[in-house]
């Protein structure tokens, strides 16, 4: 049994560097090696689609699909089971075998069928084999690799909803591939990069196509975040289409129906928020769901990331769904592309809710790209009039540290003739404040989940249009805030836009090495954050 592992993945990796024996999300050694055997093995799936796409053949849906599931479980605080990761290895191994009797190719190496093997595998695999002879190509790959777990995550998504682009499918596989390429050089590997970040927006807007088309565009929602009487079910995460489907079960059952953490912006859908009992939001950022989850008289149903080990105070009314899973959890899995959520309703009416009502308090959602931008004609006036003088996007994602409290800073002290455009769930650290407004406009617009990263790279493509400038000309500036995969998918998208002087924290990753980051503040101008006042002098300095 694994005493030891490394991964560096996320924000919180251990001391900068690395968590070596337990994660500090508490992904345990065992998961982690199960976690690295299973993208060792979808690195071997890619390498016989690639064979396979070459020959102008297909591979086969529900192996695009699954590849999607399988990196999406390895993003930080998704999947802490190791049953489910066996399953998925297993099912990688199967659609490894499929294509070999589907196209004829050579039979693979080491298809571990039992658990047995499995583990015995995850034992030994490596899946940085370059970590020593060559520090910058593996930080690049490791860098394509986060990526494209990000990418996963959007892609699942979309495809939940019906949309999938061949071409963004058959990146994984190429994507995934080239992480084995020992030949490749770095320019090779940052070429991809930026490839990889164009076919990023691709799928992020893809992901908008979907939500949109599916619920409608988000509106000017003032949402409830205060607490309502009677059962209850909180719904976190970012799939929205789970979320729709529960509120058809609970309708007409007596039961409310609040958001946590990403899945707030849901509220402000016109095809979700017409279902009354979808009341309002819960709570504030992932890492605060142990104490906002202790002894809450409701049930809770984890869609997505970001799940913290749950308390023995709530461990018998949190349950997972789609590739969210935690040992002992209770798992509403999908059958026949349909999830019964009974059991979630049952917790919620045993637990009987809360008993009273707490003083009604709404903050205002819902400024997606088509809500800001039904304001263009007042904004871009009022930055001609002198009215707003910078636009600010403070997003990103959420964490523990302490040092995020920059991020309250800077929104705070941003001047009063400038528009803060925000998302993703960093941005429960000051969304519950009053902004004022600007030119007649809240100052302060939530444009969404971080899955609505598209919206935001619309808005400030349309402003540059607008000016007939680039976006690196517009008074914009992006101070984000990283901690998971998606992050790392999101900026390389706007690197492969050209979008410079981003300002990068709450500090930078530990996959990057000393000269990826040397490359990437030369290139692209990309700054960590030092502190709100020093920033924002920095940033607003007189042209
Ligand atoms: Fe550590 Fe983050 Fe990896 Fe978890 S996902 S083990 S916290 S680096
Ligand atoms: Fe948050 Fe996990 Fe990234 Fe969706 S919920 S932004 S961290």
């Not at 976006?471 to 914009?476: A, G, I, Q, T, Y």
């Amino acid at each position: 049994m694994e005493t030891s592992m490394f991964c560096y993945q996320c924000e919180q990796a251990l001391h900068g560097t690395g968590c070596v024996r337990v994660g500090v999300c508490g992904k345990d050694p065992q998961v982690a090696a199960l976690q690295d055997l299973l993208v060792y093995e979808l690195e071997g799936l890619a390498l016989q689609a690639v064979a396979v796409l070459d020959r102008g053949e297909t591979i086969p849906s529900d192996i695009d699909r699954l590849v999607m599931e399988a990196l999406f479980a390895t993003l930080t605080n998704v999947n802490f089971d190791g049953a489910d990761i066996i399953d998925l290895i297993q099912d990688v191994t199967a659609a490894r075998r499929t294509l070999r009797e589907m196209y004829g190719l050579h039979p693979a190496a080491d298809l571990h069928t039992n658990e047995e093997a499995i583990r015995a595998a995850a034992a030994k695999v490596d899946i940085r084999p370059q970590a020593e002879t060559a520090v910058d190509i593996q930080s690049l790959k490791d860098t394509l690799l986060y990526g494209l777990k990000g990418m996963a995550a959007y892609a699942y998504h979309a495809a939940v909803l019906g949309l999938q682009d061949p071409e963004v499918n058959h990146f994984f596989y190429r994507g995934l591939a080239a992480l084995t390429d020992r030949t490749l050089q770095l320019n090779d590997v940052l070429d991809l990069m930026m490839a990889f970040g164009q076919v990023n927006l691709k799928v992020m807007a893809l992901l908008d196509q979907a939500n949109t088309g599916t619920y409608g565009h988000p509106e000017p929602t003032h949402a409830l975040v205060s607490k309502r009487k009677g059962p209850f079910i909180v719904v976190s995460g970012h799939d929205l289409h789970d979320l729709k489907e529960l509120l058809e079960q609970t309708a007409g059952k007596g039961i409310n129906v609040y958001t946590h953490g990403e899945m707030l912006p849901a509220l402000a859908y016109p095809g979700l928020k017409k279902y009354p009992h979808l009341i309002g939001n819960y709570g504030t950022a992932w890492h605060n769901q142990q104490h906002e989850f202790d002894s809450l008289p409701g049930a809770i149903l984890m869609t997505t990331n970001c799940l913290m080990k749950p308390r023995p105070s709530y461990q018998d009314r949190i349950f997972s769904t789609g590739v969210v899973g935690y040992p002992g959890m209770t798992h509403i899995p999908s059958r026949g592309g349909k999830k019964d959520f009974t059991p979630v309703i049952q917790k919620a009416l045993e637990l009987g809710g809360w008993t009273e009502d707490e003083p009604e308090k709404r903050i205002l959602i819902g400024f997606g790209r088509s809500a800001t931008l039904s304001h263009a004609e007042e904004i871009i006036n009022a930055v001609k009039t002198g009215q707003i003088k910078h636009f600010f996007l403070v997003g990103g994602c959420d964490g523990a540290k302490s040092s995020r409290s920059y991020y309250t800073e800077f929104a705070e002290k941003t001047p009063p003739d400038s528009v803060i455009l925000t998302l993703a769930c960093g941005k429960f650290r000051f969304n519950d404040r009053d902004f004022g407004t600007v030119a007649g406009l809240p100052r302060l617009l939530d444009v969404g989940q971080c899955n609505d990263a598209y919206s935001a790279i619309q808005i400030a493509l349309a402003l540059a249009e607008a000016f007939n400038c680039g976006v690196n000309d517009l008074p914009l500036t992006l101070v984000l805030s990283w901690y998971e995969q998606k992050a790392v998918c999101i900026l390389l998208t706007l690197l492969s836009l050209g979008i410079k002087n981003i300002y990068l924290g709450p500090s930078l990753p530990a996959f990057l090495s000393p000269n990826v980051v040397q490359y990437l503040v030369e290139q692209f101008g990309i700054r960590p954050i030092t502190s709100a006042e020093k920033d924002l002098a920095d940033i607003l300095v007189p042209a």
